[in-house]
């Protein structure tokens, strides 16, 4: 759809969770609502 691999996503995906010192999806929506991110 956006013209990347998989892959990338993963490593994208790595590198935001590591950047936040989180470890899972539920945590990162946690974190995404403390942000304000969504509601």
Known sequence: ???I???TVTS???DIYRKL???S???AA???ARRG???
């Open 5 to 7: 691999s998989a892959h």
């Open 21 to 23: 010192d989180i470890s």
């Open 12 to 14: 994208y995906v790595r």
């Open 37 to 39: 991110l969504v509601s």
């Open 30 to 32: 946690v974190e995404a």
């Open 1 to 3: 759809l956006l013209g």
């Open 25 to 27: 999806r539920a945590e």
